[in-house]
């Protein structure tokens, strides 16, 4: 059974043995889950399975549907983002 290793810092471990055993399960439920496994050899970590994920082809375009606009981004901005701060808030800058 693959274990969670807190000193990992969450991550799920298995130890060499086992994913000797179940190499090609664990790859699968890596495809599927999308999450890393950390492969382990007398407790401590030796390498890593992860999901291929390919680059994209192009930089245009590549947050495509992950970044939302909220308001009107085409309208000039309200006068006060111009003024000048007064002394009260100077000493936040």
Avoid: N, Y
Avoid at 41 to 47: E, S
Avoid at 50 to 61: C, I, S, V, W
Avoid at 75 to 92: C, H, N, R, V, Y
């Amino acid at each position: 059974m693959a274990t969670i290793d807190s000193s990992i810092s969450g991550i799920r471990t298995v130890k060499a043995s086992e994913f000797k055993a179940k190499c090609l399960q664990l790859m699968d439920e890596v495809a599927e889950s999308g999450e890393e496994i950390v492969i382990t050899k007398f407790g401590k970590p030796v390498a890593k399975l992860a999901p291929h994920r390919q680059k994209p082809t192009a930089f245009f375009g590549i947050d495509r549907g992950r970044i939302e606009i909220l308001g009107d981004i085409v309208s000039p901005m309200p006068a006060e983002w111009f003024q000048e701060p007064d002394a009260s808030e100077k000493d936040l800058f």
